[in-house]
Every structure is written in C-alpha cells, then in structure tokens.
C-alpha cells in the first residue's frame, strides 16, 4: 500500500504564497508521476500541475506563472509553491502519485486533502 501525506495548506491573503508538500511511503520502487490537483466548493476537481520522475512539468493555465511544482525524487516528495494567490485559487488541493509497487505491480494514490483558502 501507498500513502501520501500532505502538509502546508492554510489561510492567506491575497497577493501571498503558500508552499505546499506531499511526501509518499509505503510499498514503491518507483514514481513516474507527482501532481497535485484541486476541487472548489461546487466544482469539479481539476488538475493544477504535474511533475514526470524526468521533471517534465504541466500547469493549468490558470496558474502557470504563479505556481511551481518540484519533487525530490530521493524523499518521494513533491512540492508546490504557490505565489501571487488569488481568492479564486481557495479550495482542498489533493496530491496524487502513480508508480510502480516494490514486489510488482503499479498503483495510483491521492492524499487526503489540504484546504487553502485564500482571503481578499
């Protein structure tokens, strides 16, 4: 089994940064894939970026420019910097990890959630 772990949400102002991280454990030989993904309250869960283990990244556009993701590959860890936030990007931002399991086999996991709420 696989478990992601995130830490670093909270509530900030307009114009402030945020750093999330999302460390994976448990039963993985590799990760091919770290991202993070968030739902709003009422809306659907939408990706915001994505980071390959060859550190290929994507963004929503809705953040490209303001956000960085990054992943330690030695720790299983990803990050997202989160700068310029805007009350628009609130919501519960959800890591996620697809690999290949130690002793065979792939998975996909998702974290439990961390809320952002940003004020204006």
């Known amino acids: 089994q696989v478990q992601l772990v995130e830490s670093g949400g909270g509530l900030v102002q307009a114009g402030g940064s945020l750093r999330l991280s999302c460390a994976a454990s448990g039963s993985i030989f590799s990760i091919s894939v770290m991202g993070w993904y968030r739902q709003a309250p009422g809306k659907q869960r939408d990706m915001v970026a994505t980071?390959?283990?060859?550190?290929?990244?994507n963004y929503a556009d809705s953040v490209k420019g303001r956000f960085t993701i990054s992943r330690d590959n030695a720790k299983n860890t990803v990050y997202l910097q989160m700068n310029s936030l805007e009350p628009e990007d609130t919501a519960v931002y959800t890591c996620?990890?697809?690999?290949?399991?130690?002793?065979?086999?792939?998975?996909?996991?998702w974290g439990q959630g961390t809320q952002v709420t940003v004020s204006s």
């Open positions: 996620y990890a697809a690999g290949r399991r130690s002793g065979g086999g792939y998975f996909n996991a």
């Open positions: 980071i390959t283990s060859t550190t290929s990244t």
